[in-house]
């Protein structure tokens, strides 16, 4: 009896268990099985609704400011998402392919199942960080930071930083007292202009606004005061792009130094009279075509008139610049707007109001998920070095399952995020 009892303390109820892996507490392989899969639902469950708040989020924004997605959305590279997409769908084979090959003890082909998860997990890693990087040197980032360099259609923008490279302008933006720039509570201090003089019809005679920008190079003098050093005046200007550039598909070339005024109401913040709507500003932005980013040693300075009023013709009955040429139409067709063509002109001007909203969402579900893949590749490292040892067999092959439903879960909140995000405008 004693001899049965030590022999039964010794093997801790393994001996027909098949593998040194399962727990003395189940009664057979399948009830540890059986134990673990009802633990990773849970599991997974309490996963799904942690994501469903992110979700009702996302919901509660797009009804209330459905703008802003129709807008920012364009910033998202389709391309990656739909590589990240077909990464994760692949994976998910090898995955479940993984459990079938440790359920028929196939061991070569359980280590390259698991190698091959890993594999594409990485992937989809180092293409998210491909995203996030470029996104964090236009500054389209989340909250107060989000400053961009560029809109969706790829213009230069007025920022509050004044650091993007290959352009620089006027605004000047007040500072936090460790120097960096305030972006919570700073405004622009300089360089933003009055709507009235900006060029609302830069293809009609008569109604130019007239500027002269010059670019200063400037150093700090004994009391640390900026001092000219030198300045040169910028004669060329950036041509306007709109509906004309979208249809014909062809953009004309600057002359580079140039520059434009653009309006950012983030940065020139409109200006409030009383018993007046609130009236626009904007700024000057030189673009000077290159990768270069321009420090504060050098300046924009812009001096503008307000536009001239228009000159009326002599006869009151004639129509102002208006003139006949032989063989041109005398009435031409009104072009309507394509829902594609909308959807251009408007990526290529400023952001709407809120639209750091939809990148602080945007990095909270995608953030959030790239933490649960570097989680997953962790887990498929350790399964791999067990896979190897031959810890896995037809007996005991749980870990590799469990793993495989959470890459599952993991897979497919990804196939949510990536219409919702890239793709939905």
Known sequence: MSDAHDAHDDDHGHVDHGSPFIQHHYDDAQHQFDSGKLGIWLFLAQEVLFFSALFVAYILYRVHHPEIYSYAHKWLDV?????????????????????????????????????????????????????????????????????????????????KHNDCKGTKTTVEWSLAQDGNIDLLNGKATGGCM??????????????????????????????????????REITNRCPEEGLAEIESGK???????????????????????????????FGVMVEYGDEVERGEDMAIEA????????????????????????????????????????????????????????????FAMTGLHGIHV???????????????????????????????LYWHIVDLIWIFLFPLLYLIH
């Open 251 to 281: 953009k004309e070339t600057p002359k580079f130094p140039c520059w434009r005024p653009a309006i950012q109401p983030a940065v020139c913040v409109p200006v409030t009279v009383a018993n007046k709507p609130p009236s626009m500003q």
């Open 303 to 362: 001096k503008c008139d307000a536009a001239k009023p228009e000159v009326q013709p002599a006869d009151i009955f004639a129509t102002p610049h208006e003139t006949e040429k032989l063989g041109e139409k005398a009435i031409h067709p009104i072009h309507q707007l394509t829902v594609h063509e909308e959807h251009e002109l408007e990526s290529l001007g400023p952001p709407p109001e809120h639209t750091n909203m939809f990148l602080t969402i945007y």
């Open 194 to 231: 009055e709507i009235s003089k900006f060029d609302q019809e830069p293809h009609e005679p008569g109604v130019q606004v007239e500027c002269k920008v010059f670019e200063l190079k400037r150093t700090r003098n004994a009391k640390g005061e900026w001092a000219e050093a030198s300045r």
């Open 374 to 404: 570097l989680f997953g590749v962790f887990v498929f490292i350790w399964l791999l070095i067990r896979a190897v040892k031959g810890q896995f067999n037809d007996r005991y092959f749980g870990p590799i399952d469990f793993a495989a």
């Open 79 to 159: 391309k990656m998402g739909a590589i990240n997409t077909a990464v994760l769908i692949f994976s998910s084979l090898t995955a479940a392919w993984a459990v079938r090959a440790a359920q028929l003890n196939q061991r070569k082909l359980l280590i390259a199942c698991l190698g091959a998860t890993i594999a594409c997990a990485c992937t989809f890693l180092v293409v998210k960080y491909m995203e996030y990087s470029h996104k964090v040197h236009e500054h389209i980032l989340f909250g107060r930071y989000f400053d961009p360099c560029v809109s969706p259609g790829g213009s230069e923008l007025l920022t």
